[in-house]
């Protein structure tokens, strides 16, 4: 591929590009501030590639997302969560036996520090799960001090990975005031979380399949996305080599956000607003388009999408088939169904290319599962955990990363005189 050129100040400096597998070109601008003095400036990093990676394909035009090559649609429904993990984190499917290995490690680490138990303790019963999982992960880095040697990385992806819905199920029942159900071992990953969560001691629970698959499913399509906002930060933070459950803690506190993973939260609060309000769907697409009003359609729109978000489209789905196998009829899918219609014949909407992203519809089945709504972030969390820990390891493994440092045009006062306190 023939380089760029690029014109400045009477000067012409050659680019260098770079042509990923699946033809995208980046332009190398890496010397570019030695050369010229100048440096690219990208708010939001719309159009800045902060690494090349080999985990996630995304066409945002043509609405195509494969992990590892991989098409989403291939492994949403047939897949298990932990054979998708090993992919994301080994880079191929495993074997039979590499994936039993895998699961015995999933399931021998799954337990917390009993010490970790008193924390949840410190909690009020309405402090937010995201709150607690962030802490919590980061506070796994006091028992596991080892946690950045290169021989315990493998080790300590598997510990997070195994406790990390050990933690969302117990910040579960703290909130409800029920007591902690400890992992059992005869489960599997999936099946275990959902024992955690919805066990009680008094009582034998049996796990519902369908919940079980439909968890894998949901797990699956969080479980990466390339350089999204929190994903940036596990290798923002990751950079400076700060240690494992540090970086991963980071990315939860990004995922928390309603423009990011609190936006499955913000969707399910849109949507019984609509119910509540009973007055139709255009005067919220207009809301949502008036610019004078902060108002979003939550679950619309995505940086990259300017097609249909495929998770979507399999979410949509799934919604209708979880809900009739469980026997539900829930009155948020229709409207969120007429949501999406009214939106997508809009001007606006169509001008733009906003479509439903995975946010939109995942809400609704995870109520079907019985899962509350603050917890609905949290299970973004557990689903993308795979994919943080696949990009922290690509980061380690990478020998050109350097520590992430982005720079600035300054825009503020020039020098002036500093005058003490007492003469101004
Ligand atoms: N409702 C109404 N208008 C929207 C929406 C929306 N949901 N999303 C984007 N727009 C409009 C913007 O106002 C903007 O209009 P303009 O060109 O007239 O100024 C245009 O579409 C482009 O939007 P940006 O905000 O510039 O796009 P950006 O790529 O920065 O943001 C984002 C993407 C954050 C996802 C945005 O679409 C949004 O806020 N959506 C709602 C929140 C949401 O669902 N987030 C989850 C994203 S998926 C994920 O993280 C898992």
Redesign the pocket.
């Known amino acids: 591929m023939a380089s760029a050129k690029l014109q400045f100040d009477g000067k012409e400096y050659e680019l260098p590009t770079v042509v990923g597998s699946e033809g995208e070109v980046g332009i190398d601008i890496s010397k570019l501030r030695a050369q010229s003095k100048g440096i690219t400036l990208d708010p ?1 990093y ?1 159009n800045t590639g902060s690494c090349t990676s080999g985990i996630t394909f995304i066409d945002g035009e043509k609405g195509i997302l494969r992990y590892r090559g991989y098409p989403i649609e291939a492994i949403a429904e047939e897949a298990t969560f932990s054979e998708i993990s090993y992919l994301l984190l080994n880079g191929d499917l495993p074997t039979a036996s590499e994936l039993e290995e895998f699961d015995e490690g999933l399931t021998y680490h799954s337990m917390l520090h009993e010490d970790m138990k008193k924390f949840f303790e410190g909690y009020p019963p309405t402090a937010h799960p995201m709150a607690i999982l962030s802490s919590m992960v980061a506070s796994l880095s006091s028992y596991y001090p080892g946690a950045n040697l290169e021989a315990n990385l493998d080790l300590n992806i598997t510990r997070l990975l195994a406790k990390a819905i050990t933690i969302a199920a117990f910040s579960y029942k703290k909130s409800i005031g029920q007591p902690f159900m400890y992992p059992r071992n005869d489960l599997s990953y999936t099946a275990r979380f959902l024992n955690m969560m919805f066990a009680v001691p008094a009582e034998p629970y049996e796990v519902n399949p369908v919940l079980e698959r439909a968890l894998n499913m949901l797990l699956i399509l969080h479980a990466d996305h390339e350089q ?2 929190s994903t940036s930060t596990v290798r923002m933070v990751g950079s400076s080599g700060a240690n494992i459950y540090a970086s991963i803690a980071a990315g939860i506190c990004a995922l928390w956000g ?4 609190g ?1 499955n939260q913000k969707v399910i609060e849109m949507l019984r607003m609509i119910q509540d309000d009973g007055g139709g769907y255009q005067k919220f697409v207009d809301k ?2 008036d610019k004078d009003d902060n108002f ?8 990259v999408y300017k097609n249909f978000d495929p998770r979507a489209r399999i979410l949509k789905k799934a919604a209708d088939d979880v809900l009739e196998e469980l026997g539900i009829d829930d009155p948020l899918l229709e409207i969120a169904k007429n949501l999406e219609r009214v939106a997508l014949e809009d001007e606006y909407f169509v001008e ?1 290319r ?1 479509y439903p ?3 939109f519809y995942s809400g609704i089945i995870y109520s079907a599962m019985g899962i509350p709504v603050n917890m609905f972030t949290v299970m973004f969390a557990l689903g993308r955990m795979p994919g943080w820990l696949a990009h922290w390891k690509e980061l380690r493994r990478d020998p050109s990363a350097r520590i992430n440092r982005p720079r600035q045009i300054y825009v503020g006062a020039t020098e002036r005189e500093f005058v003490p306190l007492a003469e101004r």
Not at 258 to 261: K, V
């Open positions: 939001g719309g999204n906002c309603p423009l990011h993973g936006a949502a388009k979003r359609l939550m679950g619309f729109g995505h940086r733009r906003l992203n995975v946010d």
